[in-house]
């Protein structure tokens, strides 16, 4: 199967919930040559400044979270529930430490001159718009705080969503 690129208001129908909370996706930065990529179960997508968005949340710790400063563009890579030893792997090991691609089989593919998945279900192309470190000041539920006891705050990507691209 080959990816094909839709228009995202030609009715792409996602649930988010299930999409990012139950199957998780693949936020990756970088080029064919350098990446990285890192397993997520957190995000938004919806509509701001008039645009379509994806909303990433990334941690200084990360090792993506220096290819996604570096970078322009950062991709994000939906899967489905047959993929999950693989995202989970990816979301508990570091590629300062292995070659998450080798270890899981994961194929890596360029879409608009990104990287995404061969295995992926769907992949939104991300334009960062948005950058901002979370603030503890700015918490009013404080069961938030507990995500942040041993490990410092996400920053926040709101990527304009550029492309998107569904398994033909």
Not at 25 to 33: C, N, R
Not at 112 to 122: I, S
Request: aromatic fraction near 14%.
């Amino acid at each position: 199967m080959s990816f094909a690129k839709k228009d995202i208001k030609d009715g792409i129908c996602v649930d988010p919930y299930k999409l990012i909370g139950s199957e998780w996706a693949l936020v990756t930065a970088g080029d064919m040559s350098d990446h990285n990529t890192m397993t997520v179960s957190w995000g938004q997508t919806g509509v701001l400044w008039n645009k379509p968005v994806f909303t990433a949340f990334i941690r200084p710790s990360r090792k993506t979270f220096e290819y996604t400063e570096k970078s322009e563009y950062f991709t994000v890579s939906f899967f489905g529930s047959s993929c999950r030893e693989a995202l989970s792997f990816c979301g508990t090991h570091s590629g300062r430490d292995c070659d998450k691609e080798k270890e899981t089989g994961l194929v890596p593919i360029e879409l608009d001159g990104q990287v995404a998945y061969e295995q992926a279900e769907m992949v939104f192309i991300c334009r960062k718009m948005y950058i901002q470190d979370l603030d503890p000041k700015g918490f009013t539920d404080d069961s938030c705080r507990g995500f942040y006891e041993n490990d410092p705050y996400h920053r926040v990507y709101v990527g304009e969503i550029v492309g998107v691209y569904t398994k033909e």
